[in-house]
C-alpha cells in the first residue's frame, strides 16, 4: 500500500549517496505511512461524524460514556506494560525467541491487571448510565458489550508492539485500514436499519476480534508464541507497574474527567452528547499519534546514539508543536466550519469548540513527552502528576461551574498544564544523562 514511486539520486557523491538514500528512504516510509494513516482517520471521522449525526442525543451521550470508560478501563490494564515491552523491546527484538518472551509475558500481565480494571470501573460505567436516564437492561447490554470487547483489546494493545518495534509499517497499515473501512461500512448498513449506542458499542468490539485476529497470525509467523513467560520480564513489569501504577490510574481517570464531571453534574443529558461530539474534532491529532506510535517513538527507543537521539527528540516535539498550533489557529478562525460538520444539533458551541481543542493540544503534547519518556524509562519523578494536578483542582473548585460544558472544559484544560511542565522537565533530564560526549 504505498503512495510513492521509485527515487532516483543522480550526481550524487560516492560518499553523500548512502546517506542520502538512507535518508530519503525514511522520508518514504514516514510520508507513505502518514498518507495511508490520513486516509484512515478520514474514514475513522466519517464514522464518527456518522455517529454524532445520526444518534439522538440520549443514544449518543450513552455511547460516549460507554466508549470512554472501555478506554478508561483499556488504560488501567495496560499500567507499566507498555513502558516494559517497549523498554525492553528496543533491545531484544531481533531475537525471536527472545522476543516472543517477552510478548507472552506481556499478554499475561495485562489480562490479569484487565480483569481487576473491568470489576472496578463497570460498576461506575452502570451508574454514569444510570444517571443519565439508561434503562437499567439497556445499561447491563452496555456493560456486557464493552467487556466482550475489552477481551481482545487488551491483546491487541501488547500484539501491536510487535509490528511498531520490527518497524513492519505496510502491516499496521493494512491492519488499521482493514478496522476503519469495516467499522464504516457496518455503520453505514445499520443506519438503514438500527444505530444507536449498543450497536455502535458491538461494531467497536467486532472489529476489535477482527484486528486481534489479523495481529495473531501476524505475530505468531514473526515471534515464538510457544514461549514460556520470562520471569526478569514480569519482575520489571511488575516493578514498572507498582512505580507507575497511583499515576496511571490518576491520569486514566484526568482522562476521562470532562465525561465524569458532565455526566455526574450536568442537568441534561445534551450535555454529555455535546462533550463527545466536540471529542470527535479531537480527531485530527489521531495521524499525528499515530505516527508517533508506530514510527517515531520505535525509532527513538531503538537509539543509543546521544548526538542522533537528541535530534530525534527535537524534530519529533517541534514537529507536534508546530502542528498543534495550526490545528487551535484554525479552529479559532473557522469555528463555524468546524462545527458544521457535527451538525445543527452542535452548531452553537463555539466558544466550547476552541476549549475542546485547546486541552486537545495540551494532552498531545503532553503524550508526545511522556511517549518518548516512557521509551527511555525517564520516568523518575512521575509521582509528581498527582499533587500537582490535584493542588491545580482543589484551587480551581471555587471558581467552576460544573452544570456547564464550557466550565467542565475550562476546569480540563487547566488541569492537564501541570503534567505537561513535569513531563518536559523529566525530558530535560533524561536528555541531560544522555549528553554526547564533547
Given at each position: 500500500m504505498s503512495?510513492?514511486?521509485?527515487?532516483?539520486?543522480?550526481?550524487?557523491?560516492?560518499?553523500?549517496a548512502?546517506?542520502v538514500r538512507r535518508?530519503?528512504h525514511?522520508?518514504?516510509?514516514i510520508?507513505?505511512?502518514?498518507?495511508?494513516q490520513?486516509?484512515?482517520?478520514?474514514?475513522?471521522?466519517?464514522?464518527?461524524?456518522?455517529?454524532?449525526?445520526?444518534?439522538?442525543?440520549p443514544?449518543y451521550?450513552?455511547f460516549?460514556?460507554?466508549?470512554?470508560?472501555?478506554?478508561?478501563?483499556?488504560?488501567?490494564?495496560?499500567?507499566g506494560?507498555?513502558?516494559?515491552?517497549?523498554?525492553?523491546?528496543?533491545r531484544?527484538w531481533q531475537d525471536?525467541?527472545?522476543?516472543?518472551?517477552?510478548i507472552?509475558?506481556?499478554?499475561?500481565?495485562?489480562?490479569?491487571?484487565?480483569?481487576?480494571?473491568?470489576?472496578?470501573?463497570?460498576?461506575i460505567?452502570?451508574?454514569?448510565?444510570?444517571k443519565?436516564?439508561?434503562?437499567?437492561?439497556?445499561t447491563?447490554l452496555?456493560?456486557?458489550?464493552?467487556?466482550?470487547g475489552?477481551l481482545?483489546?487488551?491483546?491487541v494493545?501488547?500484539?501491536?508492539?510487535?509490528?511498531?518495534?520490527r518497524?513492519?509499517v505496510?502491516?499496521i497499515?493494512?491492519?488499521?485500514?482493514?478496522?476503519?473501512?469495516?467499522r464504516?461500512v457496518?455503520?453505514?448498513?445499520?443506519?438503514?436499519?438500527?444505530?444507536?449506542?449498543?450497536?455502535?458499542?458491538?461494531?467497536?468490539s467486532?472489529v476489535?476480534?477482527?484486528?486481534?485476529?489479523?495481529?495473531h497470525?501476524?505475530?505468531?509467523?514473526v515471534?515464538?508464541?510457544s514461549?514460556h513467560?520470562n520471569?526478569?520480564?514480569?519482575?520489571?513489569?511488575?516493578r514498572?507497574?507498582?512505580?507507575?501504577?497511583a499515576?496511571?490510574v490518576?491520569?486514566c481517570?484526568?482522562?476521562?474527567?470532562?465525561v465524569f464531571?458532565?455526566?455526574?453534574?450536568?442537568?441534561?443529558?445534551?450535555?454529555v452528547?455535546?462533550?463527545?461530539?466536540?471529542?470527535r474534532?479531537?480527531?485530527?491529532?489521531?495521524?499525528?499519534?499515530?505516527?508517533?506510535?508506530?514510527?517515531?517513538?520505535?525509532?527513538?527507543?531503538r537509539?543509543?546514539?546521544?548526538?542522533?537521539?537528541?535530534w530525534?527528540f527535537?524534530?519529533?516535539?517541534?514537529?507536534?508543536a508546530?502542528?498543534?498550533?495550526?490545528?487551535?489557529?484554525?479552529?479559532?478562525?473557522f469555528?463555524?466550519?468546524?462545527?458544521?460538520?457535527?451538525g445543527?444539533?452542535?452548531?452553537?458551541?463555539?466558544?466550547?469548540?476552541?476549549?475542546?481543542?485547546?486541552?486537545?493540544?495540551i494532552?498531545?503534547?503532553?503524550g508526545?513527552?511522556?511517549?518518548?519518556n516512557?521509551?527511555?524509562?525517564?520516568?523518575?519523578?512521575?509521582?509528581?502528576?498527582?499533587?500537582l494536578?490535584?493542588?491545580?483542582?482543589l484551587?480551581?473548585?471555587?471558581?467552576?461551574?460544573?452544570s456547564?460544558?464550557?466550565?467542565?472544559?475550562?476546569f480540563?484544560?487547566?488541569?492537564a498544564?501541570?503534567?505537561l511542565?513535569?513531563?518536559?522537565?523529566?525530558?530535560?533530564?533524561g536528555?541531560?544523562?544522555?549528553?554526547?560526549?564533547?
Amino acid at each position: 500500500m504505498s503512495f510513492f514511486g521509485p527515487i532516483s539520486l543522480p550526481g550524487l557523491s560516492e560518499t553523500s549517496a548512502p546517506f542520502v538514500r538512507r535518508a530519503l528512504h525514511r522520508a518514504r516510509i514516514i510520508g507513505n505511512f502518514a498518507a495511508v494513516q490520513a486516509i484512515v482517520q478520514i474514514i475513522g471521522f466519517l464514522s464518527g461524524i456518522l455517529l454524532v449525526r445520526w444518534m439522538s442525543q440520549p443514544e449518543y451521550a450513552y455511547f460516549t460514556i460507554a466508549n470512554s470508560m472501555q478506554a478508561t478501563i483499556n488504560l488501567l490494564a495496560d499500567i507499566g506494560i507498555s513502558v516494559g515491552l517497549v523498554s525492553i523491546g528496543g533491545r531484544v527484538w531481533q531475537d525471536r525467541h527472545r522476543f516472543g518472551e517477552l510478548i507472552v509475558t506481556g499478554l499475561h500481565v495485562r489480562r490479569k491487571l484487565g480483569a481487576a480494571a473491568i470489576l472496578i470501573v463497570t460498576p461506575i460505567m452502570c451508574s454514569m448510565l444510570l444517571k443519565n436516564g439508561a434503562p437499567i437492561f439497556y445499561t447491563a447490554l452496555l456493560a456486557v458489550i464493552v467487556v466482550a470487547g475489552l477481551l481482545f483489546q487488551f491483546s491487541v494493545g501488547v500484539l501491536s508492539v510487535v509490528p511498531r518495534l520490527r518497524s513492519d509499517v505496510t502491516r499496521i497499515q493494512i491492519i488499521d485500514f482493514t478496522g476503519a473501512v469495516v467499522r464504516l461500512v457496518l455503520f453505514v448498513a445499520l443506519a438503514f436499519w438500527m444505530l444507536n449506542a449498543g450497536v455502535a458499542v458491538a461494531v467497536a468490539s467486532a472489529v476489535f476480534l477482527l484486528q486481534y485476529v489479523m495481529l495473531h497470525r501476524y505475530v505468531n509467523a514473526v515471534v515464538d508464541l510457544s514461549a514460556h513467560e520470562n520471569p526478569q520480564d514480569r519482575q520489571e513489569m511488575v516493578r514498572l507497574t507498582k512505580h507507575l501504577a497511583a499515576n496511571a490510574v490518576f491520569y486514566c481517570f484526568q482522562g476521562q474527567i470532562t465525561v465524569f464531571l458532565i455526566s455526574f453534574f450536568a442537568r441534561q443529558v445534551s450535555s454529555v452528547a455535546e462533550v463527545g461530539a466536540l471529542g470527535r474534532l479531537a480527531m485530527i491529532f489521531a495521524v499525528m499519534s499515530n505516527l508517533l506510535t508506530n514510527v517515531f517513538v520505535p525509532e527513538f527507543a531503538r537509539c543509543q546514539n546521544p548526538r542522533k537521539l537528541h535530534w530525534l527528540f527535537a524534530a519529533i516535539v517541534g514537529g507536534v508543536a508546530l502542528f498543534s498550533l495550526a490545528v487551535v489557529a484554525s479552529a479559532s478562525i473557522f469555528p463555524n466550519q468546524f462545527l458544521f460538520v457535527l451538525g445543527n444539533k452542535y452548531a452553537h458551541l463555539d466558544r466550547e469548540l476552541l476549549l475542546m481543542v485547546s486541552g486537545s493540544v495540551i494532552a498531545a503534547l503532553t503524550g508526545t513527552f511522556w511517549a518518548l519518556n516512557a521509551s527511555k524509562a525517564w520516568i523518575h519523578g512521575a509521582w509528581l502528576y498527582i499533587p500537582l494536578t490535584l493542588g491545580t483542582q482543589l484551587a480551581l473548585i471555587p471558581f467552576t461551574d460544573f452544570s456547564s460544558v464550557a466550565g467542565v472544559l475550562v476546569f480540563n484544560l487547566l488541569s492537564a498544564i501541570p503534567n505537561l511542565a513535569l513531563n518536559i522537565v523529566m525530558s530535560w533530564r533524561g536528555l541531560h544523562r544522555f549528553a554526547p560526549a564533547q
